[in-house]
């Protein structure tokens, strides 16, 4: 198929990028894993050589594009060595707390966070799952009271990528109830506040290298200018900007399948059992040909999705169809490619076996599959609404 999704320019930034992983990822990738983190030297270099900030404006130490492609092009190049923890540490960052505050943030705490976020020198992190709460928004138990200048913050997170790394928190909380409901709130806390702590480095099934953890607000006490956005429009502001974040999820699981599946198309190549090579079989030929399919079409819905967030029609509706389409097609992916590396594909020094574990929680964070579907289901059932 003809290739027209990306430019000279993205391919040009692929160069940067794939030297980058070259240099400073594929020699790391196990030591990380031992060590179950990456340090901050690799956020450093991947700052210094453009890979982070690639969409914070210039005058803030970005690069300031908006096209979304070129951070494509990054989750890409580390999905294509089995970096999946430091990709979604990155897309924290990038796609998430940055995009908050370049969207509701105001200018101040625009120059005091993005530009190191920018340069690799301040990893920040969300903090939204509670251990009570999960999904369920309305049920978080965080608050955030007022007192004169300050905002006075007691509660508990859990499952905060970057957690125990991260500088700076965007921490949702409640700040009053409207009816009944909630009123949530968005507000910046730097770790380094009195009262702030961390709990466990929580202990996964995959993303070994990717920093986890719970942390805590014991009267935390910020000033009231670090509210991001609008009082009490906290949920609004996530509904808001969870389509960008399904729909980099949903990349980083189409690029982890199609590494997934690049890596068998080798080991099968090069294997032989009974004689003959495993890709000789008609079986192994049969299922490298229905995963092959399944990926050139998903790869076309997203980036058709991409081209579309990118002139500002990507909606919630179809961040639910990418989130929930291309994650399980990971699973589906790398599980078929782990059972074509047979015994071997079980073993830690192959990458399929790594993939596998990591691509388990795709399917949950961000919104779970079934989640997804209600969304999408109940947009459907609207446009036939009861008489």
């Known amino acids: 198929m003809p290739q027209s999704f990306y430019d000279e320019d993205h391919e040009r930034y692929r160069e940067v990028v794939r030297e980058f992983v070259k240099r400073e990822v594929t020699p790391n990738l196990d030591r990380w894993e031992e060590d179950r983190a990456t340090g901050r030297e690799v956020w450093k270099s991947a700052g210094a050589h453009g890979v982070l900030g690639i969409r914070i404006a210039e005058e803030l130490g970005g690069g300031g594009m908006k096209d979304y492609r070129f951070r494509c092009v990054v989750q890409e190049e580390l999905a294509a060595v089995g970096a999946a923890s430091l990709a979604s540490g990155f897309s ?11 969207t509701f943030g105001t200018a101040e705490q625009q120059r005091e966070w993005l530009p190191g976020m920018a340069e690799g020198t301040i990893v920040a992190s969300i903090a ?37 790394s991260s500088d700076v928190v965007l921490a949702a909380a409640r700040t009053g109830e409207r009816e009944g409901r909630p009123r949530l709130s968005l507000i910046l806390v730097p770790t380094s506040t009195d009262g702030f702590s961390r709990g466990r480095k929580l202990r996964k099934l995959g993303l070994h290298s990717q920093d986890t953890a719970e942390i805590a607000f014991n009267n935390v006490r910020v000033p009231v200018s670090n509210l991001v956005g609008e009082e009490g429009r ?7 900007q969870l389509p960008l974040e399904r729909l980099s999820i949903a990349w980083r699981a189409l690029c982890a399948a199609e590494a997934a599946l ?24 049969f299922r490298l040909a229905e995963m092959s399919t399944e990926i050139d079409v998903t790869r076309t819905f997203l980036e058709q999705s991409i081209l579309a967030y990118n002139d500002g029609t990507f909606d919630v509706t179809q961040g639910a169809k990418a989130k929930w389409w291309a994650t399980e097609l990971q699973n589906r992916i790398v599980n078929g490619c782990l059972q074509l590396h047979g015994g071997y594909g079980y073993m830690d020094e192959y990458p399929i076996s790594r993939a596998y574990a990591d691509a388990r929680v795709q399917t949950i964070v961000g919104g779970t599959t079934e989640i997804m579907k209600e969304i999408i289901g109940r947009e459907i059932a609207g446009r036939y609404p009861s008489q």
């Open 128 to 164: 939204m799952s509670e251990p009570a709460a999960g999904s369920d928004l309305r049920g978080m138990k965080t608050t955030a009271v007022r007192d004169g200048d300050e905002w006075v913050i007691n509660g508990a997170k859990t499952f905060i990528t970057s957690g125990f």
């Open 262 to 285: 690049e890596w068998t198309i080798r080991y099968t190549s090069e294997r032989k059992a009974f004689g003959e090579r495993i890709i000789d079989f008609q079986n192994t030929r």
């Open 92 to 102: 924290i960052n990038e796609d998430i707390v940055a995009s908050y505050l370049t």
């Open 234 to 240: 906290g949920f609004h502001h996530l509904t808001a």
